[in-house]
C-alpha cells in the first residue's frame, strides 16, 4: 500500500465519523445553525490551500461562479437533509444511506447520455436491495430520519455530476472555496430565520464544529487531492466508498449505536454493491491491423 492509498483511506475515515460529530454537535446547535458555522469554517480553512497548491488551470470565471453556485446550492441541500435525518436516525444508516450517491450517479448519468457498464449495473441492484433492506421496515414503512437522508442523496447525486462537469473548465480548490462560501450564506440565511443560534451554542459545540467544518473540509480534502494524484480515479472512489463502514464503526465506537441483523445485512449489501460497481477494470488491448 503507498502513501497516496493511506491519503485515501485517511480521507474515508474522516468523512465517516464526522457523522458522529454532526449527531454530537446538534446536542446544542440547530441543524442550520450547525451547517452555517460548518460551512464557514470549512470555507476559512481552504484558503490557506490556495498558497499551498498553485493553480495552474486557467478559469473560466463564468462557470467558476455560476458552477459554485449551483454546486454551493446542492451541497447546502444536501448537507441540510443530512443534518437533519441525523436527529431521526443513527451515523451508521446516514452514512450507508449517503453513500448510496455512488450508486445513482450512474442512473442520473444514463440519462444525460452517460455510458455505463454492466458491472456497474449489477452493483446498483445489490446497493438498491441494500437499501430496502436497511431502511424498509414492516408494512413498508420507512423510517422519517431514512427518508430525509434518501432525499438527501439526491442532492449529493446532483452535485456529484456537477462538479464532474464543472472540473473540466475550473480547478477544484476555487470551485471548493466558492461553492462552501454560497452554502454558508445560504445556511445563515435559513439559521437565522428558523432558529435562534446563540454564541454560547457554538462554543459548547464547538469541537464537532471544528472536526466537521476543518478535518472534513480543509484536511480531508488536502488529503484526498495527494491521494488522488497517484491513484487511478475508480480505484480512489473504491477507497472513498469505505467513509459509511467508519461512520457505522464511529457510532458504535463512540455513541453506541447498534444495528439490528437486518440493517447490518441491508449495510452489506450496499457495501458490496459499491464495491462491484467502482471495481476498477482492466483495459482491453486494442489489436492494430497489420497490412
Given at each position: 500500500m503507498s502513501i497516496s492509498?493511506?491519503?485515501l483511506w485517511a480521507t474515508a475515515a474522516i468523512w465517516g465519523l464526522a457523522f458522529v460529530a454532526q449527531s454530537v454537535g446538534m446536542e446544542s446547535l440547530g441543524p442550520h445553525s450547525f451547517n452555517a458555522v460548518r460551512f464557514l469554517l470549512a470555507t476559512l480553512s481552504l484558503l490557506p490551500l490556495l498558497l499551498i497548491f498553485k493553480i495552474k488551470q486557467s478559469q473560466n470565471n463564468t462557470k467558476l461562479w455560476l458552477g459554485g453556485l449551483a454546486a454551493?446550492?446542492?451541497?447546502?441541500?444536501?448537507?441540510t437533509c443530512q443534518q437533519i435525518g441525523l436527529q431521526y436516525t443513527t451515523a451508521g444508516n446516514a452514512g450507508f444511506i449517503t453513500s448510496m450517491y455512488i450508486v445513482f450517479v450512474p442512473i442520473l448519468g444514463l440519462m444525460l447520455g452517460h455510458k455505463t457498464e454492466r458491472h456497474t449495473w449489477v452493483g446498483v441492484g445489490l446497493a438498491l436491495i441494500g437499501l430496502y433492506s436497511l431502511t424498509v421496515g414492516p408494512n413498508l414503512s420507512v423510517n422519517k430520519g431514512d427518508a430525509i437522508e434518501l432525499l438527501g442523496t439526491f442532492f449529493w447525486t446532483g452535485h456529484v455530476l456537477l462538479i464532474s462537469y464543472l472540473s473540466r473548465y475550473v480547478s477544484a480548490l476555487p470551485l471548493s472555496i466558492v461553492q462552501f462560501s454560497v452554502a454558508t450564506v445560504l445556511a445563515a440565511l435559513t439559521a437565522f430565520t428558523l432558529e435562534a443560534p446563540t454564541i454560547e451554542g457554538i462554543k459548547m459545540a464547538w469541537w464537532p464544529l471544528v472536526y466537521a467544518g476543518v478535518a472534513s473540509?480543509?484536511?480531508?480534502?488536502?488529503?484526498?487531492?495527494?491521494?488522488?494524484?497517484?491513484?487511478?480515479?475508480?480505484?480512489?472512489?473504491?477507497?472513498?466508498?469505505?467513509?459509511?463502514?467508519?461512520?457505522?464503526?464511529?457510532?458504535?465506537?463512540?455513541?453506541?449505536?447498534?444495528?439490528?441483523?437486518?440493517?447490518?445485512?441491508?449495510?452489506?449489501?450496499?457495501m458490496t454493491g459499491m464495491i462491484i460497481s467502482q471495481w476498477p477494470r482492466k483495459a482491453i488491448p486494442t489489436k492494430v491491423a497489420v497490412s
Open positions: 492509498h493511506v491519503f454551493g446550492s446542492c451541497l447546502f441541500l444536501g448537507f473540509s480543509g484536511i480531508a480534502f488536502t488529503l484526498q487531492t495527494l491521494g488522488q494524484k497517484n491513484v487511478s480515479p475508480s480505484v480512489s472512489a473504491l477507497i472513498l466508498s469505505s467513509e459509511a463502514v467508519f461512520a457505522v464503526l464511529g457510532g458504535w465506537i463512540f455513541m453506541e449505536e447498534m444495528l439490528s441483523t437486518r440493517a447490518l445485512v441491508g449495510c452489506g449489501f450496499i
